[in-house]
């Protein structure tokens, strides 16, 4: 039988993925032709190879690879499970989350939902009879099933999945501290974000508050483990401070996150770096709040070249990120009346934007449209005509998204 699977952990560096793809495949295709002779003895060992490759694939942006491998895992432990459950339901559901999650990256959100929710009910049939080992596992399914359902727009039903984790996870961690401490701490984070999403903002900031402090805890006995996970809660905690007008503690919180994204960028860029623009981004908006708007420029400057260096790696992966912190540029240099450069910077932005808008058009309702009116909106305070090959590239991407008649620009 195959080796039982974990959920999608973290993933090694793009460059160390690409190296270990090939043997992956390799080792799918020996597992095919040993399969298709002996299937009992093989099939298990060709979906596990099968997951591995999936998870390599998504990694390396080949999404539609990565779900077909995925897919084809799925199959396999279902046939697997209908003719031994005992053996094989967990790997089912295992497979079922990874298969989830691929769907995720697609846009196909009902797709998704489904497959998570097939697994969350195999895995409480099976926790009721084996809860040490599956409850942990269905409290993952759960987490991951929240997530989804927030992104369709079921926000309650999104927090009760939470907090039905939570409940599972506290469990486990007063039992367990050192095991199940930092996913009690994360599901706390992903309830913050529920609740915020609901205008329950002070309840928001209880759970985030409850998660930081569990991450200041795992960091100071395990830095190399956990600062991480640290930074990046206090910068959850910085948005719903932010949220409730607590402006000076939002900056705090964030001040704190940059410190230390900043020391694990200087050890380990490759990792850190992106993590390092994300909380400078967030600083740079905490600042602007507060009306120091030089230094949330200067703050954001630092973000968009950090962004610009990454892009130029790994474009497909960061020029939507060198996206976002240009459209932020522009909108700091606009309130400090630099309207010339504030057209500069958010035209380079749309100019960015636009071939991933091209591809994923669900996204435009999201994020097109936002920047399509702000690139506008800094033309007009430039007194300034809008570049028309971006314009008629975007009355294209709103016309095929529905969102403009094709008669209108």
Same mark, same amino acid.
């Given at each position: ?20 793809? &090939? ?46 491998? *995925?897919?084809?895992?799925?199959? *396999?432990?279902?046939? /697997?499970?209908?003719?031994? !459950? ?49 409850? &942990? ?30 409940? *599972? ?7 367990? &501290? ?121 703050? *954001? ?18 020029? !939507? ?56 909106? /800094? ?31």
């Amino acid at each position: 039988m195959g080796v039982a699977m974990a959920d999608e952990v973290g993933i090694p560096s793009a460059r160390a993925i690409e190296s270990a793809l &090939p043997a992956v495949e390799k080792a799918v295709e020996i597992r095919r032709g040993l399969a298709a002779a002996r299937p009992d003895a093989f099939l298990p060992d060709l979906a596990t190879a099968l997951n591995n490759q999936s998870l390599m694939l998504s990694s390396l942006g080949r999404r539609e690879d990565a779900l077909a491998a *995925i897919e084809e895992a799925v199959v *396999i432990y279902r046939g /697997r499970a209908a003719a031994r !459950p005992d053996a094989f339901l967990p790997d089912l559901a295992t497979a079922l989350s990874n298969q989830s999650l691929r769907l995720t990256e697609l846009g196909r959100r009902e797709d998704a939902l489904a497959a998570i929710e097939e697994a969350v009910e195999i895995r409480r049939g099976l926790a009721a009879a084996r809860p040490d080992a599956i409850l &942990p596992n269905l409290a993952m399914s759960l987490s991951n099933r929240s997530a989804m359902l927030s992104g369709l727009g079921r926000r309650e039903d999104a927090l009760a999945a939470i907090e039905e984790a939570i409940v *599972i996870y506290r469990g486990r961690a007063a039992a367990r &501290p050192d095991a199940f401490l930092p996913d009690l701490a994360t599901a706390l984070s992903s309830r913050s974000n529920r609740l915020s999403s609901l205008g329950r903002r002070e309840d928001a900031i209880a759970a985030i508050e409850e998660a930081v402090e569990i991450w200041r805890g795992l960091a100071a006995a395990r830095p190399v483990a956990f600062l991480a996970d640290f930074a990046t809660a206090l910068s959850n905690q910085s948005g719903c401070l932010s949220a409730v007008g607590r402006r000076e503690d939002a900056v705090t919180a964030v001040e704190k996150a940059v410190e230390i994204r900043r020391g694990l960028a200087a050890a380990r860029p490759e990792a850190f770096l992106p993590d390092l623009a994300t909380a400078l981004n967030n600083e740079s908006g905490c600042l602007s709040d507060l009306g120091r708007r030089e230094d949330a420029l200067t703050v *954001i400057e630092e973000a968009v070249e950090i962004r610009r260096g990454l892009a130029a790696a790994r474009p497909q992966a960061f020029l !939507p990120d060198l996206a976002i912190a240009l459209g932020n540029r522009s909108l700091m240099l606009g309130g400090l009346g630099r309207r010339e450069d504030a057209l500069a910077a958010i035209e380079e932005a749309v100019s960015l934007a636009l071939p991933a808008l091209e591809r994923a058009r669900d996204v435009v309702a999201d994020a097109g449209m936002k920047v399509v009116q702000t690139y506008l909106r /800094r033309c007009e305070e430039a007194k300034g005509d809008p570049n028309p090959d971006l314009i008629e590239r975007i009355r294209r991407v709103l016309v095929t998204a529905g969102l403009v008649a094709d008669e209108h620009e």
